[in-house]
């Protein structure tokens, strides 16, 4: 089996990605019946993530039937990527890139920046997270592990 995982923290605003107090975790794994996978692979990915309440608080929110996510080259090392689920919130988008590097090891990983969007929310400007985006990173160890932060 071939596994890819998609880990890290997200918020609300690109302002607080580095304030830890105001970012939840989350995680995306995708499964294939195939050995070794080429990266990055597309295919449906399930998982969940913690919603901060009120108090400090944390809701475990499962994204019902998974995203299904597509990665198309946008040039050397690049993709864009593309992809739609559905929650208790509602349905949603995610678009975003993922950029190959080489770890310390050899290793080829990505470093994958992932915008979640629901229907209705205003548009924003290319260079800013909008509302309820997700900064994915990696969970490390995991076999084929394709994303870092």
């Not at 923290?9 to 107090?21: N, V």
């Not at 913690?50 to 809701?59: F, Q, S, T, Y």
């Not at 929110?61 to 299904?68: N, S, T, Y």
């Not at 080259?73 to 949603?92: D, L, Q, R, W």
């Amino acid at each position: 089996e071939g596994n890819v995982s998609i880990k890290g923290r997200w918020c609300l605003t690109a302002a607080d990605i580095g304030d830890k107090a105001k970012t939840s975790s989350f995680e995306y794994k995708h499964t294939a019946a195939s050995g070794a996978l080429p990266l990055p692979v597309d295919g449906n990915y399930v998982g969940s993530f913690n919603l901060k309440l009120a108090h400090g608080r944390n809701e475990k929110v499962k994204d019902e039937g998974g995203l299904e996510m597509k990665f198309t080259p946008a040039g050397e090392g690049i993709y864009s990527v593309a992809a739609t689920g559905g929650n208790k919130y509602g349905e949603f988008t995610v678009t975003g890139s993922a950029t190959r590097r080489v770890d310390g090891t050899g290793a080829e990983k990505y470093d994958v920046d992932l915008y979640r969007i629901y229907p209705g929310q205003a548009a924003t400007a290319s260079n800013q997270r909008p509302e309820g985006a997700q900064k994915p990173t990696c969970q490390e160890g995991a076999p084929d592990c394709a994303c870092v932060d």
